[in-house]
């Protein structure tokens, strides 16, 4: 498509240079910073938008922010209006409830983008700070009950007023902090960073021309539109649903359910949580921008990866979502364990697509924010935020992927090296858990084991997760993957399981070790159907026990790790009756 004011060359130019802008943003955001988690663990996320708030480009990072910067800038426009932006000024919030984030860890930073006097866009910044104040150390407790426990909530103020720092707001932030200096180091990295995006736009803007590049965004996202609308007309008209659980929220509460309805008519596609359990009395409900973002990542990855992540594709899909449920909450409902919730989410709207294009969807992964947090007095008081990273579902054309972040997280594996090197901690073991991963013709990726064990003279651990009771399912004849925990002083006298999966304020002596065991994922089709020989390279590689070979897979190995071919076809047809 063409026309007077720009060619489809020139769109695809600017569009890639505006992803560059934004992937350099990414750059200097993560040189810049203080903690580990953002300069490391990578927990952050940079994008442009043009100047209606649309979002034009946004760098490869984190899934679950997909939804989050773009609610800020609509807010900001909704309230301030385009003619009352000034150059020079640059905006804050974290508060999920008015559009900035989806918790309060995640603090988000936008500036107005001006060009030759006049409003052109905007460039923005999200990172997960380690620590916002509230009832925990790391302010990510998923036992809270309201939001007011979390940390502080920071309305949409300006940050920066005519090119100065606004130093009240900044001391605000960080006196409500455990690591004040950690947080004024990781914000002026965000003001960096969307300084960075600016200049970069408007030197874009003097290249081409405003014209031209308001022409070239709007081909993009027309494309990106576009690009969804034929995806969704390949797939057969009809309505696709899937169900799924969480673990309890509460002693003694039902498990909430997760109901989604995907619905394809033509070229039209919507999503209905009709269904849906109660909001949740701990933190891990949805906000809207969360749950947008989450229904985004699911359609892009299993209809069309290439369709391009911004407002045209966001625009082409409707969402609907009961109010008062877990996935459209009332405030102050607690929401900092929010990605337990959104995992699952994004579980049932692969299970439901798998009704419609088998082939494309992956069996149950590990999907659970398995997030720990550990705290306390070093040479100074440290937080350490991690994730841990779990099994991959296995695919109708290979297995799994072993201790990977799947749907809306992307951070990175925090380096052994690093963690002993800031904090007072020692990596005791460090390994996959075999047989975590569901047995099939194509094996489940495998969970994680991590021992941490304290070196300070205590420190507090908090953590949540979620698939410690319902396991990741197996599809197409596949098997469950393992379900995950925490164990506290592994291999003591005093060895016990942390029951929930949420917990804080578990008070941690010198040398105590805590055990985090990631789950693992689903396998795709037969067991039976699997290569003999594939299975006795899992056991001599320590994926899968021989014992789980015979009685999953109906593989028997010799004593030096052979297959015993006679055997293993009398196994396998008495299963069938042979």
Known sequence: MTDNVVDQVSVQVI???????????????????????????????????????????????IPIHMGSMKGLVQALLDRDGATRLRPGDV?????????????????????????????????????HHSDVGGHVPGSNSGDSTSIFQEGLRIPLVRFMIGGALNEE?????????????????????????????????????????????????????DYARRKLEVAVAAIPDGTYTA????????????????????TVAGEDLSVDFAGTGRQADVAINVVRSALEATVYYALKAVLDPGIPANGGFFDAVRIEAPLGSIVNPRPPAAVAARTDACQRVA??????????????????????????????????????????????????????????????????????????????????????????????????????????????????????ADRQTFPPRGLAGGKDGSTGRFILRPGTGDEHTLAGGRVSGVDLAHGDVVRVESPGSGGYGDPFARPAELVARDVAQGRVGAGSARRDYGVVLTDSGAVDAEATARARRARDGG
């Open 15 to 61: 569009g890639n240079a505006m992803l560059s802008i934004a992937e350099e943003m990414g750059a200097v955001l993560r040189r810049a910073s203080y903690s580990t988690n953002i300069k490391e663990r990578v927990d952050c996320s940079t994008a442009l938008f043009d100047a209606q708030g649309r979002l034009v480009a946004q760098a490869e990072h």
């Open 243 to 262: 169900a799924d659980r969480l673990d309890s929220d509460a002693p003694g509460q039902e498990p909430i359910l997760i109901q989604a309805a995907i």
């Open 347 to 464: 579980d049932v709207l692969l299970a439901a697509l798998a009704e419609a294009v088998p082939c494309r969807v992956p069996a149950g992964s590990h999907s659970s924010i398995t997030y720990v947090t550990f705290a306390g007095p070093g040479e100074e008081f440290f937080v350490y935020p991690e994730v841990i990273a779990g099994g991959a579902g296995a695919r109708s054309d290979r297995d799994g992927l072993d201790a990977v972040q799947v749907h809306v997280t992307n951070s990175s594996n925090l380096p052994i090296e690093a963690l002993e090197l800031e904090y007072p901690l020692r990596v005791d073991t460090y390994e996959l858990i075999a047989d975590s991963g569901g047995a099939g013709e194509h094996r489940g990726g495998l969970g994680v084991r991590r021992d941490i064990r304290v070196l300070s003279a205590r420190a507090d651990f908090s953590a949540h």
């Open 91 to 127: 905006y804050i919030t974290n508060d999920p409830y008015t559009g900035g984030g989806t918790h309060l860890p995640d603090i988000t930073v936008v500036a107005p983008v001006f060009h030759e006097g006049g409003l052109i866009g905007f460039s923005a910044t999200i990172a």
């Open 169 to 221: 707001v900044l001391a605000f932030i960080t006196l409500n902090s455990r690591l004040p200096e950690e947080r004024r180091g990781d914000l002026l990295a965000q003001l960096a960073a969307v300084h960075t995006g600016g200049q970069r736009f408007a030197e874009l803007h003097g290249k081409y021309g405003g014209t031209v590049i308001d022409a070239a965004c709007g081909h993009l996202l």
